[in-house]
Nanobody, 122 residues
Framework: QVQLVESGGGLVQPGGSLRLSCATS????????MGWYRQAPGKERELVAT???????NYADSVKGRFTISRDRPENTVYLRMNNLKPEDTAVYYC????????????????WGQGTQVTVSS
């Protein structure tokens, strides 16, 4: 059973910083793309940032220059450093994996974590 577990969310004041982590467990190897998405109340889930196996990154315009995605490939872990947080960043943040090797086959599954709440408020 492959699992993604996020951590690091919480309450922070505007202008503050948080670092989210997403650890994987189970038979999951050689992950293709890892990413972070978020969903605010009453809104659809949206892309925040992704990073592929080659280290190329992609960011939503709203977070460029403030957020940094990184990954530890041997540990199959992905991070999201969030600086200068704004109230509009308040959302549940979800870790995502797209494409991985399970030890036998390459899987095209889209995997999600359970989410971690980030609240930006004074």
């Amino acid at each position: 059973q492959v699992q993604l577990v996020e951590s690091g969310g919480g309450l922070v004041q505007p202008g503050g910083s948080l670092r989210l982590s997403c650890a994987t467990s189970g038979r999951i190897f050689s992950i293709d793309t890892m990413g972070w998405y978020r969903q605010a109340p009453g809104k659809e889930r949206e892309l925040v940032a992704t990073i592929n196996s080659g280290g190329s990154t992609n960011y939503a315009d709203s977070v460029k220059g403030r957020f940094t995605i990184s990954r530890d490939r041997p540990e199959n872990t992905v991070y999201l450093r969030m600086n200068n947080l704004k109230p509009e960043d308040t959302a549940v943040y979800y870790c995502n994996v797209e494409g991985y090797y399970d030890g036998t086959d390459y899987r095209t599954d889209n995997l999600w974590g359970q989410g971690t709440q980030v609240t930006v408020s004074s």
